[in-house]
């Protein structure tokens, strides 16, 4: 199959998944008990105008199958309407935060990459030697420490005993030295994890890869093994790493939601856990279908860069 | 099927090389694990494929699904014992479970009688009795982890929310696993629009992180009648999330089990397709979902703890290791380190031990599929 073609029906797979995972964020304020109207001012008594105007604002007097076109046409448009319980415009709040979530989530996923390469190498070309022992259970520490928890720790040793960083975000703008100084700790809170499941992910693959073939060929021909290992198996180990693109950033969005409510960071996290304590639904439903198609393009371009990266995989 | 025996030789058509197959795969699992022991670099797949005609990975499969349904686990259970990591998870997970079920009293009170099923107590205190000690004492000999801020024992909240933490973390992947697997070896099996339907949905739920689609689900189980205390809403949201992962990796296995000749074999007998998904192509397809079920225990136990750390689910104040954190965020910026230490640190050693059991089971059920689990890890 050429590139084209699989490119081609690599979309045609997105869009039934993209339809879905809208439907399914339309149908969530309707599987909420009780009346949709009641779920969307958040349980509270209205008058019977209030009402009316709701049902208006939301189609909810229409077929549901034309509330959810209507729905649809409007979330393409970004016009979510405003929330009930804080009056303010939907996408603007988002809009507003978003920033701030990229921020981090970047700032965690270049740590991540950074600490996960170096030591996936090392523990794969050490396999068995106690640095790969110590790199493994490493990892497992990693995987295995909550990251609320982690954070808790670390903004209790590094801000309230030792002074060195903020408690709460400065009111500087988001590209300042301030703020980058604030983002140390929840970088390394939301990193850690990743970092070790990067390392684990590369250092298994690398292991793969040096059992292979061209890996001898490559040292019976006298290559430096510097030059056999950076050049030549780690760009073939790289490949499952960058099929797990698009699960990292769902895991870097799971970790977002604790992280930045124990670092008071104004991201989109924050946000929504606040709008589920506060139940308002109309921002829930507006954050989780941004995360959904975030997740659904970014594994739609990790495949297509996967198939161009290696060009045996045409499914 | 009144022959609950699995045999080679069943009725007139005997199967020609499965029997030498077996022998050979008993002696060639048995001379790796001698060659494992002894350090040394033997392959044994090279001996059997000279010995036999037939591809030797197909026939020890076939073989170790015919003829000794019990060979299998027995030799990953050698292997796994000799795994001293995995061993030592096992024993930290077998004491948090003993702790935690002997942390108080258990028992089953109906209108008038109250059984006790379990007598003892290692919790010196009730884990939901304020003011057992000043709050917010530092760890003493009276509290050996010191007092939340209603000064609740924190030695017995930590000791009773293992309850919560290691039943959650069963059930929820119990009942992933139900659902999961069915669904999943249904789509690999038939295949066509079946497979389309279930892995679309799968597809869909997919693109909704583990914890994001959790916190969402919890407001719409919440009211449900039946599911009562926040315990079963957290059980069931994180079972909602979590089958997706089982459906999309035993479809995988399945779809290269039902390419197999005694898949063919059992088709062309006549036997009914839920027998064949039944007894030859789950069990042959199992060994990787049982691996990330172990870890995926300790993904939910970790998402479990974040839900209830954000305060959702489970009611504020229950003994749980995450909810207890909750108020940790405002203790640790008055000083009060102990009453986030102790849970954290509890979580902490359970998903690190269940991880190190997930790892050995890995190692022993397919030693040569070393670290495929890592990119499922991350859900």
Avoid at chain 1, 17 to 35: E, I, Q, R
Avoid at chain 1, 88 to 114: N, Y
Avoid at chain 2, 112 to 139: C, H, K, R, W, Y
Avoid at chain 2, 213 to 226: D, F, G, K
Wanted: net charge neutral; hydrophobic share 50%.
């Amino acid at each position: 199959m050429s590139l084209g073609r699989y490119v081609g029906r690599r979309l045609a797979i997105t869009v039934p998944v993209l339809v879905g995972v809208t439907a399914l964020t339309f149908s969530f304020v309707h599987l909420l008990p009780g009346d949709a109207v009641d779920a969307i001012v958040g349980f509270r008594d209205v008058s019977a105008e209030t009402e009316a105007a709701i049902r208006a604002e939301y189609h909810l007097d229409q077929p549901v199958w034309d509330q959810y076109l209507l729905w649809l046409r409007d979330a393409i448009t970004l016009e979510f309407g405003e929330s009930p319980v804080t009056g303010r415009d939907v996408s603007a709040t988002i809009g507003r935060r978003l920033p701030a979530t990229l921020a981090l989530g970047g700032a965690a996923w270049l740590l991540a990459l950074a600490i996960g390469i170096p030591a996936g190498i090392v523990t794969a070309v050490s396999a068995g030697k106690p640095a790969d022992e110590v790199g493994r259970l490493a990892a497992l520490a990693g995987i295995a420490t909550p990251n609320f928890w982690l954070g808790l720790i670390l903004l209790f040793v590094f801000s309230v005993r030792l002074g060195w960083f903020r408690v709460l975000p400065p009111d500087a703008p988001l590209v300042s030295l301030a703020t980058v100084k604030f983002l140390v700790l929840p970088t390394i809170t939301l990193g850690t994890a990743a970092a070790a499941l990067v390392m684990r992910l590369l250092r298994s693959s690398m292991r793969r890869e040096l059992d292979a073939p061209y890996v001898t060929a490559a040292r019976a021909r006298g290559l430096p093994e510097r030059t056999v290992i950076l050049k030549h198996v780690l760009r073939n180990a790289f490949l499952p790493v960058v099929t797990v693109a698009g699960l990292q950033l769902a895991f870097l969005v799971d970790g977002a939601v604790v992280v930045e409510g124990i670092f008071s960071w104004p991201g989109m996290g924050r946000l929504l856990v606040r709008s589920i304590l506060r139940r308002d639904y109309p921002v829930i439903q507006a954050i989780v279908l941004v995360i959904g198609i975030a997740i659904v393009l970014a594994n739609l371009l990790v495949d297509i860069i996967y198939a161009i990266l290696d060009p045996r995989i045409r499914y | 099927m009144s022959d609950r025996q699995p045999t080679t030789d069943r009725g007139r058509i005997r199967i020609v090389g499965f029997d030498d197959a077996a022998e050979q795969k008993r002696d060639s699992d048995a001379s790796s694990d001698t060659a494992d022991a002894a350090g040394t670099t033997a392959d044994p797949s090279i001996a059997s494929r000279g010995a036999t005609g037939i591809d030797p990975t197909t026939a020890s499969t076939s073989a170790s699904a015919f003829a000794q349904p019990g060979r299998r686990l027995e030799n990953a259970w050698r292997r796994f014992r000799r795994n001293r990591s995995a061993m030592a998870g096992l024993a930290v997970i077998i004491v948090m479970a003993v702790l935690a079920v002997f942390a108080r009293p258990i028992t089953v009170s109906t209108a008038e009688v109250t059984i006790t099923l379990q007598p003892f107590s290692l919790a010196p205190d009730d884990p939901t009795a304020m003011f057992v000690g000043p709050p917010n004492a530092p760890p003493s000999l009276a509290h050996p982890f010191g007092t939340d801020w209603a000064g609740r024992d924190q030695f017995s909240r930590v000791l009773v929310g293992g309850r919560y933490t290691l039943s959650i973390g069963l059930v929820a992947v119990a009942l992933a696993l139900c659902v999961g697997v069915q669904l999943g070896a249904i789509a690999g099996y038939f295949g066509g629009w079946i497979d389309e339907a279930i892995m679309r949905v799968v597809d869909v739920l997919y693109a909704f992180p583990f914890l994001v689609l959790a916190i969402a689900i919890v407001p719409i189980l919440e009211p449900v009648p039946i599911l009562g205390s926040g315990y079963w809403t957290v059980v069931v949201a994180l079972a909602v999330t979590g089958w997706v992962g089982y459906a999309r990796l035993i479809r995988g296995e399945v779809l290269s089990v039902r390419e197999r000749e005694y898949v063919t074999a059992a088709r062309a007998l006549g036997v009914p397709d839920r027998t064949i998904i039944r007894r030859h192509v789950v069990p042959n397809a199992i060994a990787p979902v049982v691996v990330q079920a172990t870890l995926n225990v300790g993904t939910v136990v970790l998402t479990a703890a974040a839900l209830g750390f954000l305060g959702l689910g489970l009611e504020p104040g229950s003994a749980e290791w995450g909810a207890m954190l909750a108020q940790g965020r405002s203790s640790l910026l008055r000083g009060d380190w102990h009453v986030t230490v102790f849970p954290g640190l509890a979580i902490f050693l359970f998903v690190l031990a269940i991880n190190l059991v997930g790892d050995g089971i890995n190692d022993a059920l397919e030693p040569d599929r070393d670290g495929r689990d890592d990119r499922r890890r991350m859900r």
